[in-house]
Every structure is written in C-alpha cells, then in structure tokens.
Nanobody, 122 residues
Framework: QVQLVESGGGSVQAGGSLRLSCVYSQYTYNSRYMGWFRQAPGKEREGVARFNLVGTGQQYADSVKGRCTISWDNAKNVMDLQMNNLNSEDTAVYYC???????????????WGQGTQVTVSS
C-alpha cells in the first residue's frame, strides 16, 4: 500500500518562502508519477507541479512557474516542493499524490496524502 505523508506547511507573509516535503512509502508501477496539488476554499483541486520517478520529466502550472521547484531525494524517498515569492493566491491545502499517468489532472492520481495547509498573508 502506497502511503504519502506531507509536511512543511504553515503561515507566511507575501513574498516569503516555504518548503513542502512528501515522504513516499514505496514504489509501485501505479505510483511512478508524483505530483503536488492544491485546493483553495470553494475551488477545485489543481495541479501545481509533477515529477517522474521513472525517466525524466517535470511540469509546473503556469501560476507557479518560476517560483516553485520540485525535487526528489532518492535515498530518502522524499519529494520536496520549494515555493518562493508566495502570494495570497497560493493559500490552499497542498496535497502530495502518486499515480500511473504523467498528467496534472487530479483524477489521474490514485494515492494521496492528508494535505498540509499553506496560508499567505498580505
């Protein structure tokens, strides 16, 4: 059973930075693509960034491109999301996910963490 556990959320002022981490329990064929998603109150869950555990490949949402960097520590099975120059529109619950398809579509992901809150105040 694939388990994902996020950490690193919190409150920050606009312009600040946060680093989110996701511990990934085990590799399976159906969890070879990993991603970060977020959901703000009253809005649908949206893809932020994704990463291929097999081969190469990253993708970022236009809203975070240039401000966020996704990385993977193979020794620790940890995926990080470094977020810089945060603004109020980044306020949301952030989720780590894993699935069998290289997309930014939430419904394509099979495994989800519990989420971590990010709040950006202006």
């Amino acid at each position: 059973q694939v388990q994902l556990v996020e950490s690193g959320g919190g409150s920050v002022q606009a312009g600040g930075s946060l680093r989110l981490s996701c511990v990934y329990s085990q590799y399976t064929y159906n969890s070879r693509y990993m991603g970060w998603f977020r959901q703000a109150p009253g809005k649908e869950r949206e893809g932020v960034a994704r990463f291929n555990l097999v081969g190469t490949g990253q993708q970022y949402a236009d809203s975070v491109k240039g401000r966020c960097t996704i990385s993977w520590d193979n020794a620790k099975n940890v995926m990080d999301l470094q977020m810089n120059n945060l603004n109020s529109e980044d306020t949301a619950v952030y989720y780590c996910a894993a699935g069998p398809r290289a997309t930014m579509v939430a419904s394509d992901y099979l495994y989800w963490g519990q989420g971590t809150q990010v709040t950006v105040s202006s």
